[in-house]
């Protein structure tokens, strides 16, 4: 698999991420200060998965309509650069392991991971702009789409309808 991060993500997750045999083009040693733009097309372009911290790809994949070959949002505020890292590559037998996550939580306790389709992307129409995060919105077309369960404690998600747990 093909990865690009783009620049909110720390240096030592894409280190500690190479250290453990992940390909990555990382944007502020290739091109610091490209624009989202221009990084999802490399990453497109490099048939690449987007690693970022920036919510508003979300907002890009839905105006500009292009298919990715995904987003991974990582969003770990408040944690030290090095623990951050720990957590991206954590023991693959730990719970809190992302590929486990992905793997083993659909059977272990019905959660199913989704991709972005078209009609999460129509559901938008019909959604309020409470708040400037797109990607936000995005979640909440995509689980009222899916009649699914948000997972979420941000309170924002308060302020649409949409089933929510945390």
Known sequence: ?????????????VDRLRQEGHAFVYIAEAAPSMPDEAILAMANAQQ????????????????????????ILVRLDGLQPETKAEVSVSDKSSKTNPHNIVTHQPVTNGVIVLPILATHIFALDGLPVSHKAPFDRLLVAQANSEGATLVSADAIFKSY?????W
């Open 1 to 13: 698999m093909n990865l690009l991060a783009d620049e909110g993500i720390d240096k030592p997750i």
């Open 161 to 165: 309808s949409v089933h929510t747990a």
């Open 48 to 71: 690449a998965v987007l690693v970022t911290h920036d919510k508003d790809f979300g907002e890009l994949v839905y105006r500009m309509n292009q298919l990715t070959n995904g987003v």
